[in-house]
């Protein structure tokens, strides 16, 4: 049973997820289709990015990872698939493919949409199974697609690096109000270079240790730790970090003011290095 992740925006308050796994079972009803969510925030690419690229790596070789967010941020022509350190995954031209894999595809495709066809969340989803079912069938990626697409490109957001200092972005909140930032261990040991540190955030809290897990500290009591994916997190034994410290990732408020100004804002957490 080949395994197929699907990750989307839509949301679960109408038929649409069930739709698409349905179109995706008629296509072939061997899939084995697990969810990874379908809550991601509309045009959060830095959100979106870290949400897929922490699943996939998790997956076996050969998965198909379909991933149906801003499908329609413009007017498609086509739809990509990419075969990536033994991944195939299938997405929108719209520069989220390189956020995730933080780099350019080792191969890549692009699916051509008919256009006398209504371009819809569920037209889209058949164009995607059956490429993936021509892939089962033994074809390779440059006989199902236009190798020649030329991709959009959006580079991942990245912290901002001195000397002295790594400060990040908060790029999600999850569901224990948790927040996140973009700071991964690797970045922070690379620049820290066996210094103490302090963490600095909203109304100039401060954290000057990294702990192992949240029962390190007292009920109640903040800590920064690395989760599972490596990144850095700033929590509350049993407490809401997000909702105390009045922390936020990029919100439907700050997207309407990208749209007058043009810009992304993002509130970020410093580390100092001593």
């Known amino acids: 049973m080949p395994l197929l992740t699907l990750t989307s925006d839509i949301g679960q308050q109408d038929f649409l997820v069930g739709a698409v796994k349905g179109q995706l079972l008629q296509a072939n009803e061997t899939f084995n289709i697990i969810d990874v969510t379908h ?3 509309p045009f959060n690419y830095p959100q979106a990015a870290y949400v897929c690229r922490n699943a996939i790596k998790n997956f076996p070789a050969e998965t198909f990872h379909l991933i149906m967010v801003n499908l329609f941020d413009e007017k498609p022509e086509h ?7 033994g991944h195939f995954i299938g997405c929108a031209d719209n520069g989220l493919l390189t956020m995730i894999l933080e780099e350019v595809p080792q191969k890549v ?19 995607f199974a059956n490429a993936f079912n021509l892939l089962l069938s033994g074809k390779n990626l440059e006989d199902i697609g236009d ?27 999850d569901n224990f109000e948790n927040v996140i930032v973009n700071i991964t261990k690797d970045n922070f040991e690379e620049q820290r270079k066996g210094r103490s ?3 600095v955030f909203k109304r100039d809290e401060v954290i ?3 702990s192992e897990t949240y029962a390190d500290v007292n009920e109640g009591e903040k800590l920064a730790l690395f989760n599972s994916a490596g990144y850095l997190e700033i929590a509350i034994n049993k407490g809401n970090a997000a909702g105390l410290f009045g922390l936020q990732g990029y919100s439907e408020k700050q997207q309407q003011h990208q749209y007058m100004s043009n810009r992304i804002f993002y509130q970020t957490v410093k580390v100092y290095f001593e």
């Open 79 to 85: 739809m990509l698939l990419a075969e990536h350190n």
């Open 39 to 41: 809550h991601l925030s």
């Open 147 to 173: 190798p020649s697409v030329s991709i959009q490109v959006k580079n991942p957001l990245k912290p901002m690096l001195g000397n002295n200092w790594i400060e990040g972005q908060i790029i999600f909140i």
């Open 208 to 210: 000057d240790k990294v």
């Open 109 to 127: 495709v692009a699916l051509a949409l008919d256009k006398t066809q209504q371009k819809n969340t569920l037209y889209c989803t058949t164009i």
């Open 197 to 199: 540190f302090k963490i």
